[in-house]
C-alpha cells in the first residue's frame, strides 16, 4: 500500500528566509508525486509534480522540489519565502490507478 | 473558464437530514473524487468514478453515497448514517481518457456543519 509521511506539522520561518518541507513516501513502483498548497477554507492548488526525468522539478510561485529514489523523499523548497506562501502544505504519491495518497500535511507561518 | 465548481460553500444539517453536495466540472475529465478533510489528518477519500455510471468505495465510505449519471457531475448524498458528518468535503476531478497524467484537479470545497 502507498502512503506518505510529512514529519513536520507546523513549521515556522521568517520572511525572506530559505524552506524546506519534508515528504517521504513508500511505494512499490516509481511513484507519481505532488506538491499541492491549500488557503484556509479554499481547495488544494497544484505547486509541482513529478512523474519521470529530471529529479529537480520546478513548480509555480518559486517551488521546487527533489526527488531522492534512495531516500523515498520528495522535499519542497524555496529559497525566500514571502509572507503569501502561509498556508498548508499536502505532498501526495500516487499511481497508474489515478488515486492519489496524500500526507497529512504542513501548515507554514511566515514572520514579518 | 475550465474548472470545478462545488456547491454550496457552507451548508448546515440538523441530525438525520441527508444531504447532497454539488461537484461540476468542465473539464471533459474521465475521473472524479469525493474527500473528507478534519484538522490535522489531511485528506481522506470518501468515493471515486472513473467512468460513467461506475464508482468505487474509497477508504471512509461508510454513510456516504454518490452517483454518476453525467460526466459532468458527481454529487456526494452524506446520509443520516455518517455519524461525524462536520467537516471540509472537497471534490477533485483527473484524467483525460488516454492521458499519462493522474494530477488531480480541485474545487474550492463545501464546509457541512451538523447542528
Known amino acids: 500500500a502507498q502512503s506518505v509521511t510529512q514529519p513536520d506539522i507546523h513549521i515556522t520561518v521568517s520572511e525572506g528566509a530559505s524552506l524546506e518541507l519534508r515528504c517521504n513516501y513508500s511505494?512499490?513502483?516509481?511513484?507519481?508525486l505532488f506538491w499541492y498548497v491549500q488557503s484556509p477554507g479554499q481547495g488544494l492548488q497544484l505547486l509541482l509534480k513529478y512523474f519521470s526525468g529530471d529529479t529537480l522539478v520546478q513548480g509555480i510561485k518559486g517551488f521546487e522540489a527533489e526527488f531522492k529514489r534512495s531516500q523515498s523523499s520528495f522535499n519542497l523548497r524555496k529559497p525566500s519565502v514571502h509572507w503569501s506562501d502561509a498556508a498548508e502544505y499536502f505532498c501526495?504519491?500516487?499511481?497508474?490507478?489515478?488515486?492519489?495518497?496524500f500526507g497529512s500535511g504542513t501548515q507554514l507561518t511566515v514572520l514579518p | 473558464d475550465g474548472g470545478i465548481t462545488q456547491s454550496p460553500k457552507y451548508l448546515f444539517r440538523k441530525e438525520g437530514q441527508n444531504v447532497t453536495l454539488s461537484c461540476e466540472q468542465n473539464l471533459n475529465h474521465d475521473a472524479m473524487y469525493w474527500y473528507r478533510q478534519d484538522p490535522g489528518q489531511g485528506l481522506r477519500l470518501i468515493y471515486y468514478s472513473q467512468i460513467v455510471n461506475d464508482f468505487q468505495k474509497g477508504d471512509i465510505a461508510e454513510g456516504y453515497s454518490v452517483s454518476r449519471e453525467k460526466k459532468e457531475s458527481f454529487p456526494l448524498t452524506v446520509t443520516s448514517a455518517q455519524k461525524n458528518p462536520t467537516a471540509f468535503y472537497l471534490c477533485a476531478s483527473s484524467g483525460i481518457a488516454g492521458g499519462s497524467s493522474n494530477e488531480q484537479f480541485f474545487g474550492p470545497g463545501t464546509r457541512l456543519t451538523v447542528l
Open positions: 511505494y512499490g513502483a516509481t511513484p507519481y
Open positions: 501526495a504519491v500516487g499511481g497508474s490507478a489515478r488515486q492519489l495518497t
